[in-house]
């Protein structure tokens, strides 16, 4: 067999076979391969709970660059009110950032979703598979009489076997796509750690132009551009009073293409 | 016949089934062969829904599967290491 099947099975018939050459008394042999793959079962359970964690991770920093939109939008006004056109249009820089790192983490969110539901479904698959085993090898245990106990044994380990190493495969796909998504969280703190969503009042007097410069590079001007026009519209250079907030205007402009 | 889909579960299959997934596995080769990804996506596909015209295999019983797709979201990738020569079937 040249695939998937061939490679797979061999390796589960392979282990089970060294696993019933060792063993004088089969029973003994189902019993430690039943608690082998209850041991398994609980790194299936880890392997669950890492995904959750990711997942968390992600929801939070959405909701802080969510937050930060809002935060950005205002103060961009609030410069604007004032006459500070520059200022504004940096504040608007960072909110087209913030606005396509939230549209990148959203899709992977809800992917991760997916995967917890999977692997969830396969841990409860697993479970019963082998509570299966478990009866199964108590009847075994039972009639044991060596040469049909044998067929027995073989095949129910390698059904079983097979599941794991099915389960097996579905928690590394998952976590190789968890890797991925580390790396966008990753990013998406090293940008606030660097101070990108941070209070612009805070940026200005602390010299950040290495952070502007990086800005101009990441966002769209032209997306910047039109947003700064449409602010400018409704705010009106040095209206004075406090600033007209728009409520709601915030969150809901898309970021163009992003970096 | 009994055939898994990796990473979701096994389906029995009738046995006359089997000479319809060796022919979409043989397509697939070919496809995969030529980097043609539509066309990869679209046999796989096939693949899995004969497959998933089968009957679940119920959660008691453990049975080898004879076949093994693997898991459905494969990339052309991935294909390329699975779908070689004979293909997942012989023959």
């Known amino acids: 067999m040249a695939g998937m099947a061939g490679r797979m099975s061999t390796v589960i018939k392979a282990k089970i076979s060294k696993l019933l050459d060792r063993a004088e008394d089969p029973g003994e042999t189902l019993d430690y391969s039943y608690e082998k793959q209850m041991e398994l079962l609980q790194n299936v359970k880890k392997g669950v709970a890492d995904v959750v964690t990711s997942k968390k991770r992600l929801q939070m920093q959405s909701q802080k660059l969510e937050q930060q939109v809002v935060k950005l939008d205002t103060q961009a006004r609030q410069a604007l009110s004032a006459g500070n056109e520059d200022l504004a249009r940096a504040a608007l820089e960072r909110k087209t950032l913030a606005q396509s790192e939230l549209q990148n983490l959203d899709p992977q969110i809800k992917e991760l979703e997916a995967q917890q539901d999977q692997l969830t479904e396969n841990e409860k698959k697993l479970r019963a598979k082998l509570e299966a085993f478990r009866t199964k090898k108590e009847v075994i245990k039972a009639q044991y009489s060596a040469a049909e106990a044998q067929v027995q044994i073989s095949e129910a380990a390698t059904g079983v076997g097979e599941e794991m190493a099915d389960v097996g495969m579905a928690m590394q796909r998952a976590m190789d796509k968890t890797e991925n998504m580390r790396a966008r969280a990753q990013a998406v703190d090293e940008l606030e750690k660097a101070g990108t969503f941070e209070d612009l009042t805070q940026l200005d007097s602390g010299g950040n132009d290495d952070i502007d410069r990086q800005l101009k590079e990441l966002t769209s001007s032209s997306d910047v551009d039109a947003e700064l026009a449409k602010m400018k519209a409704e705010v009106g250079p040095g209206s004075g009073g406090g600033p007209a907030l728009e409520a709601g205007s915030g969150g809901g402009e898309k970021a163009g293409e992003g970096p | ?91």
């Open chain 2, 1 to 91: 016949m009994i055939v898994r889909v990796a990473t979701e579960g096994q389906y029995r299959l009738d046995d006359g089934q089997a000479a319809k997934l060796n022919e979409l596995d043989n397509e697939v080769v070919a496809a995969v062969d030529a980097g043609d990804e539509d066309r990869f996506r679209e046999l796989f596909d096939q693949m899995l829904s004969l497959a998933r015209s089968g009957s679940g295999l119920g959660e008691d019983e453990l049975e080898e599967s004879d076949v093994i797709l693997p898991p459905p979201d494969l990339s052309l990738e991935e294909a390329a290491a699975e779908f070689t020569g004979e293909g997942l079937i012989p023959g």
